[in-house]
């Protein structure tokens, strides 16, 4: 009787194991080719605005001088959103994660995950119609009382529909994404360091600084970050809410001359436009996606540092 | 600054589940106190509710007196925070604060008093807290690198420096050993020997070797059965609890005969 011992080697390998790893590779691969594949249409498309002359650019000054204010807005509108609401955010994250008794922590849970719910065109609708004007009291007074702060200068729009007003909406916009991402790694802190802190003789606030907030940082920022590339991209919201007029570069958040987004500008101005006019919005276009781009990769890199584990 | 501790008719609940009843107990200070038992009867929330931490588990609480050195710790206007700061406790797994610096992790409890301290106080109270947990010479020319970058037994160690660095008046050690390799343990029973001189200490073991070696007073819980409360069976000196308890169900425990 012969036996055979049963090969150890080679790479026989199991038909599940094959599907997944072939489709988890295969997902990765379309996610790549679909990026690239909006990139190079975005070239290709922006292509003659790029070489063309600046006198035939909308403005009459060149691609750049085209470009640079609405990048600007953008940037301003979305900046000052993303600094008003993760504050709020990762403080309605923390309460609802470590101070709420359950049941309102669920409640409250709720409702933030529903203000995410709301689509963004009635943000739009409700920032322009009742948001707006609610705010017009407070900005005249502002450029009244703290009128040296150049951020304030005035004279203060009477429609209220201002760079702040549109921060502000995108902020509230944001909100749900970053507070609800927040709660979530707040939740996982380990009950091992919450309770090292504790026995240490803790109050809850120095827990939360010494276990929590350190675990959860690097989720904070990613959320952070989510909510930054929502804030830049978001356009109904935006076309409503801001009064734009184009090449009003400005940190007057509360003026009458605001410079709109780059997505806010693509939505008024597509319909009509043709040939070199088109060329010229979808070179912004390519502006924004390389800017998103950007946004997340610095994102990423500032996360994979922090779990690096340097203080 | 060590202190005696007088539990009396302690009943400990989860909700509305009695976990440990009536335990009455004396813990003497400047000495190593062991707790034994099956698992499941109840050490943990025992020695959690000697500093209080019992309640931070929502609906956890207690009933009977915990007394330390005159004062009672349940009484009323009693802060549970207060009391964790005077009464320190060292975790089974190892749980240095990840993202500090071993420095950092040392002083932790120290900034939490709120104490502002001089850079050449907290070096000394970082070098000191760490020479008596053991640790300085391993680690002294690394204090700022983190300290979940050390072994399991360096961690556990660290956590015991953090610990003591507030000097507490009584130090908890819930089954220290029990994550680490036989010559860490080693370490650390060698390290519980050095700090009895100064701390009244209460440790939590499920191996009866380390008990033997390290209390000087044992006391044994057990349990009826699951869902029956947890209760305290016998308490003597180590010596006459491992060779001449006065409970049958204790002999049974300790000469392994159990079950
Ligand atoms: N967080 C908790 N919530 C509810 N019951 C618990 C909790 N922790 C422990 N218990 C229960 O209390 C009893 C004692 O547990 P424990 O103190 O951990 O025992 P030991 O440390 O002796 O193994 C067990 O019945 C356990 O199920
Ligand atoms: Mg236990």
Redesign the interface.
């Known amino acids: 009787m012969t036996t055979t011992t049963p090969a150890l080697t080679g790479s026989r390998r199991r038909p599940g194991d094959k599907v997944f790893s072939g489709s988890a590779a295969a997902s990765a691969v379309l996610i790549l080719v679909i990026l690239a594949g909006v990139g190079l249409f975005l070239l290709a498309e922006a292509y003659p605005a790029l070489v063309a002359p600046a006198d035939e650019i909308e403005g009459g000054e060149g691609l750049v001088v085209y470009l640079w204010p609405i990048l600007f807005g953008t940037i301003i509108t979305a900046v000052i959103a993303m600094l008003l609401a993760v504050p709020v955010a990762v403080g309605i994250a923390l309460f609802i994660s470590h101070y709420a008794p359950?049941r309102l922590s669920q409640a409250l849970g709720y409702v933030v995950d529903l203000l995410a719910a709301i689509p963004s065109i009635v943000y739009g609708f409700w920032g322009f119609q009742v948001f707006a004007l609610a705010l017009v009291p407070l900005y005249q007074w502002l450029a009244e009382n703290v009128g040296w702060i150049p951020l304030f200068a005035g004279p203060a729009s009477s429609t209220g529909r201002t760079i702040l007003t549109a921060s502000l909406v995108l902020a509230v916009m944001i909100l749900p994404i970053i507070s609800a991402l927040s709660r979530e790694v707040f939740l996982q802190t380990?009950r091992?360091?919450e309770?090292?802190?504790?026995?240490?003789?803790?109050?809850r606030w120095?827990m939360i600084k010494?276990?929590v907030i350190?675990?959860g940082?690097s989720g904070v920022i990613s959320a952070s970050m989510l909510g930054l590339g929502r804030a830049l991209g978001e356009t109904m919201a935006v076309t409503l809410v801001l009064s734009a007029s184009t090449s009003a570069i400005t940190f007057n958040l509360i003026g009458t001359a605001n410079p709109p987004t780059i997505a806010a500008e693509i939505a008024l101005n597509f319909p009509e436009a043709t040939g070199l006019r088109l060329s010229t919005l979808i070179a912004a276009g390519l502006v924004l996606f390389v800017l998103t781009f950007a946004v997340n990769f610095a994102a990423r890199a500032l996360v994979t540092r922090q779990k690096g584990?340097s203080? | 600054m060590s202190r005696q501790i007088d539990v009396s008719d302690l009943d400990i609940y989860y909700g509305s589940f009695l976990a440990v009843e009536k335990v009455t107990m004396e813990i003497k200070p400047r000495s190593i106190t062991a707790l034994i038992g099956p698992s499941g009867c109840g050490k943990s929330t025992f020695l959690r509710s000697l500093n209080r931490m019992h309640e931070v588990i929502p609906g956890a609480r207690v009933e009977g007196k915990v007394v330390l050195d005159g004062q009672d710790l349940y009484g009323p206007g009693v802060d549970p925070v207060a009391v964790r700061r005077s009464v320190g406790m060292v975790f089974q797994n190892p749980n240095p604060f990840p993202t500090m610096s071993i420095y950092d992790n040392v002083l932790a409890g120290m900034r939490l008093n709120n104490k502002r301290l001089k850079r050449s106080e907290a070096d000394a109270v970082v070098e000191h807290s760490l020479r008596g947990a053991n640790l300085w010479k391993e680690v002294q020319d690394r204090l700022d690198r983190p300290g979940a970058g050390l072994s399991g037994g360096q961690q556990q160690r660290l956590c015991i420096a953090r610990a003591i660095a507030v000097q507490p008046q009584v130090l908890l050690m819930d089954e220290p050993c029990s994550a680490l390799d036989p010559i860490s343990t080693l370490a650390i029973e060698d390290l519980m020997g050095e700090l009895k001189k100064e701390y009244t200490i209460v440790i939590v073991t499920h191996n009866m070797q380390q008990a033997s070696r390290v209390s000087d007073r044992t006391g044994f819980f057990n349990i009826e059965g699951t869902g029956k409360p947890g209760k305290l069976v016998e308490m003597d000196a180590t010596d006459t609890i491992f060779s001449n308890p006065s409970v049958k169900a204790t002999e049974d425990y300790v000469s392994g005969r159990f079950g």
């Open positions: 359950r380990p091992l360091h309770e090292a802190a504790l026995a240490l003789g803790a109050t120095e010494y276990a350190p675990y940082r584990g203080t």
